[in-house]
């Protein structure tokens, strides 16, 4: 294993064992709700049920992305043991926090001349975030050198393709990403919008799906269009979800089905609090490696 710390933020989504297991480095982001302010930490401190239960509820939560000082606080030990620094940001196209970290990176490196401090914007989100940050994590465990790693990030952070699905859109409805009564209309509809990420680490609307059940077929039929070697398919695939646990289990049924070798080896995790704030609770989101991103 190389001399350096792979790090990235608490919205990568995956759960505390998967960062402690993988020797994975992170940093919080914050929310707040009812005028308190929480730190997203992997819901050590609430649970997903009891956070998506206030949102269901009509609570309101703002997010807050991650400070320099914070970033700057949270290297200074490894560079002090003499590590260099890898780190991979939630994507730019939805916060602002990448900018935060190459100035914390520009601010240490005077103090730490002989280190490496790099920053990379993932063009990810949630679990297809923390998905990027497990595949780095398995070719430094194999050995791949920083710059090398560095280098396969930049060159594989679009093939990791996000779909997902909304059955409530209250929360897009309150962050402005649908009209009141897009929202209203399509509630009324049994409409899910299916989504993914563009190019440029964007949510992008695709579709209008009525009924959740189609919804889920469509996020699998997206995959299958969209993934590394189709149904022959056996790198790693993740799915995160808002409190709707048996709709994860019901798309990751029917990969298993369409992709034989993925049977019982999809990984499932709870969207974060800080991601969740904005997709409401009904969320299910699907991540593989497949082609590259373009639009």
């Known amino acids: 294993m190389g001399n350096y710390l792979i790090s990235c933020e608490s919205t990568a989504d995956m759960p505390l064992e998967f960062f402690r297991d993988r020797n994975i480095g992170y940093v919080c982001f914050h929310y707040e709700m009812n005028g308190a302010t929480y730190t997203d930490d992997l819901y050590q401190s609430t649970s997903p049920q009891e956070f998506f239960g206030k949102l269901k509820a009509g609570t309101q939560a703002k997010t807050s992305q991650v400070g320099t000082g914070e970033y700057v606080d949270f290297w200074e030990p490894y560079l002090e043991q003499g590590m260099d620094i890898l780190h991979v940001c939630l994507s730019s196209g939805i916060s602002g926090t990448y900018n935060s970290a190459c100035l914390a990176a520009e601010t240490l490196a005077p103090k730490y001349p002989e280190r490496k401090i790099r920053v990379i914007d993932s063009l990810a989100a949630s679990a297809g ?4 940050v497990e595949y780095m994590a398995d070719k430094r465990d194999a050995g791949m050198p ?29 962050g402005g990403r649908v009209s009141a ?21 964007k949510l992008i609307p695709r579709e209008k799906i009525r009924t959740k059940k189609k919804a889920i ?24 979800h808002s409190d709707c646990l048996e709709d994860a289990q019901e798309v990751a049924r029917l990969i298993g089905e369409r992709i034989p070798a993925l049977k019982g080896k999809v990984e499932i995790s709870n969207i974060g609090t800080v991601i969740g704030a904005h997709t409401g609770p009904g969320t299910v989101a699907l991540f593989f490696m497949g082609d590259k991103r373009v639009d």
Not at 129 to 132: E, Q, R
Request: with cysteine.
């Open 129 to 132: 975030f923390g998905l990027l």
């Open 181 to 201: 009564t897009s929202a209203l209309i399509a509630t009324a509809l049994k409409i899910c919008p299916v989504m993914n990420v563009d190019y440029q680490g």
């Open 217 to 240: 077929a469509r996020v699998v039929d997206n995959m299958l269009e969209h993934v590394e070697n189709g149904a022959a398919y056996t790198g790693r695939c993740a799915i995160s």
């Open 146 to 174: 920083f710059d090398e790693l560095v280098e396969w990030t930049e060159e594989h952070k679009l093939n990791l393709n996000h779909w997902f699905f909304v059955t409530d859109l209250d929360c897009l409805k309150r």
